[in-house]
């Protein structure tokens, strides 16, 4: 089955604990892609990446990083999380950045104490 | 700075009831402007994609337009399954995605 998974779909942790959400597709596609979403601020692109080893900022990209070493796989790591990065975070991925019916995972939901 | 609004924020309509939604952008090098619809809990459906001013789409009751400066999804006689947020998203010259916030959508029977 094509999709999109997120693991872990749930997580509650403290502050300044690096962790780490994964993102993998089985769809061979190029682009991928980090969201979060907010009450009133909707979603907001942290990152995105046209092909492995290519990645690019979006609208809110403090506080993270990603990497793209295989085309499947595009994690978001949180390094020092803060409680103002307790939100839903979506991870999509489409064929190519144009063609982009994207396909999202389900959602990990995140609270930093 | 890319913008996108959309309205109204929230939509009731009787079962039957058609009616619109507006995206207003304003976006450098537009490569190409979607709608997606989401469901409470889950991830957004993709929807349409329009690239240029004139282009329609139409799937089921819904139907999509594009301008230069707004996009329109059009939904004729709504069924109470039709009820969801629906996200309106532009891409830029540099292939970043920027959403509005939504317009949510109540069809009661």
């Known amino acids: 089955e094509a999709q999109v998974t997120q693991n872990p779909r749930y997580l509650i942790t403290v502050t300044g604990k690096k962790l780490t959400v994964t993102c993998s597709q089985n769809?061979?596609?190029?682009?991928m892609s980090w969201y979060r979403q907010d009450p009133g601020l909707g979603l907001r692109q942290i990152y995105y990446?046209?092909?492995?080893?290519?990645?690019d900022k979006g609208d809110v990209p403090e506080g993270y990083k990603v990497s793209r070493k295989e085309k499947r796989n595009f994690p978001l790591i949180l390094e020092s999380p803060s409680p103002n990065q307790t939100s839903l975070y979506f991870c999509?991925?489409?064929?190519?950045?144009?063609?982009?019916?994207?396909?999202f995972g389900p959602g990990t939901r995140l609270t930093v104490l | 700075e890319d913008q996108v609004t959309q309205s109204p924020e929230a939509l009731r309509l009787q079962e039957g009831e058609s009616s619109s939604l507006n995206c207003s952008y304003t976006?450098?090098?537009?490569?190409?402007l979607f709608w997606y619809r989401q469901d409470p809990g889950k991830g957004p459906e993709f929807l349409f994609t329009?690239?240029?001013a004139g282009e329609e789409k139409e799937k089921e009751r819904l139907k999509a337009t594009l301008t230069k400066k707004e996009s329109f999804l059009h939904i004729t006689a709504p069924k109470p399954e039709d009820s969801a947020t629906y996200l309106c998203?532009?891409?830029?010259?540099?292939?970043?995605?920027?959403f509005g916030k939504g317009t949510s959508l109540l069809v009661t029977p």
């Open positions: 999509a991925s489409s064929p190519g950045a144009t063609y982009n019916e994207q396909f």
């Open positions: 769809m061979n596609h190029e682009y």
């Open positions: 990446s046209m092909n492995v080893e290519v990645t």
């Open positions: 976006v450098s090098g537009l490569r190409g």
């Open positions: 329009l690239y240029s």
């Open positions: 998203a532009v891409m830029n010259s540099g292939y970043a995605l920027n």
